[in-house]
C-alpha cells in the first residue's frame, strides 16, 4: 500500500519532511491541502490538524522530524544521517530558539510583546554560528549535505525570506551560500513541484 502524505507546499516542517522522503526516493501518495480547509481524512487520521502528517499502513507520522527518521530509515542512499554529535545540537537549536524567534519576528502583530527587530537578531545570532564553517564547506559538515542541513535550512529560507534585502545585506557570506545552493538546486525544485488542493474525488499524485 502506497503511504500517504498529507501535505502544504510552503510549509517548512512539510518541505523537510519532502525532502527526506525525496532523498529515501519513497512513492508515497502526496495529498496537497489548504489550511483553512483542511480535509476531514487527514483530521480523522491526525486530530492535531499540523501538516506534514504521512499514513504508512495502519501508521500515523504527524512530527515532521519522525518523518525523515521514518524515510532515512528505509533508505538513506545520500548517507544523510552520517553526521557528527553537533548535528543534532544544531536541529535542536533551529527547532527551539530560532523557530521561535523567527516566528516572533515574521508574525510580530500575533504577539503582543513582540519586537520584530530584536527578533530577527536573536534568530541571527544563532545562524552567525555556523557562518565561520559554511565559509570553508558547502554544507555544515564537509562537502555534501546531511539531516542536519535538510533538518534546518527550510526554517532558513523562511527567515531570508521576510526580508531577503536584508538578508542578503548581512556578513554572512557562508550562510548566503549555503541558502543559495540549496534554493538552486535540483531537490528543492522537485519538492516544490505545485499540485491542486486535493480532495476525496480527484485522482492522487505520487511523489517524488
Request: contains cysteine.
Amino acid at each position: 500500500m502506497t503511504p500517504i502524505l498529507y501535505s502544504f507546499r510552503r510549509c517548512p516542517y512539510a518541505m523537510r519532511a519532502r525532502l527526506a522522503i525525496a532523498s529515501a526516493g519513497i512513492e508515497v501518495e502526496l495529498r496537497e491541502i489548504v489550511l483553512r480547509d483542511k480535509p476531514a481524512e487527514m483530521l480523522a487520521a491526525s486530530p492535531k490538524g499540523t501538516v506534514p502528517v504521512l499514513i504508512v499502513s495502519d501508521q500515523v507520522i504527524d512530527e515532521s522530524r519522525d518523518i525523515m527518521d521514518w524515510a532515512l530509515a528505509q533508505n538513506d542512499p545520500e548517507c544523510l544521517l552520517d553526521m557528527p554529535a553537533e548535528g543534532e545540537d544544531w536541529i535542536a537549536a533551529i527547532e527551539g530558539p530560532f523557530k521561535t524567534a523567527l516566528d516572533r519576528y515574521k508574525y510580530d502583530t500575533r504577539y503582543e510583546d513582540a519586537d520584530a527587530t530584536a527578533e530577527r537578531e536573536v534568530a541571527a545570532s544563532i545562524l552567525r554560528q555556523v557562518d565561520p564553517q559554511l565559509r570553508q564547506t558547502p554544507w555544515l559538515f564537509g562537502e555534501k549535505p546531511s539531516l542536519a542541513d535538510l533538518a534546518t535550512i527550510t526554517f532558513v529560507r523562511q527567515y531570508a525570506m521576510v526580508d531577503r534585502d536584508w538578508f542578503n545585506a548581512q556578513d554572512w557570506p557562508g550562510v548566503i551560500g549555503w541558502l543559495d545552493r540549496f534554493l538552486d538546486s535540483p531537490r528543492f525544485a522537485a519538492i516544490m513541484t505545485k499540485y491542486e488542493k486535493w480532495n476525496a474525488q480527484m485522482i492522487p499524485v505520487t511523489f517524488p
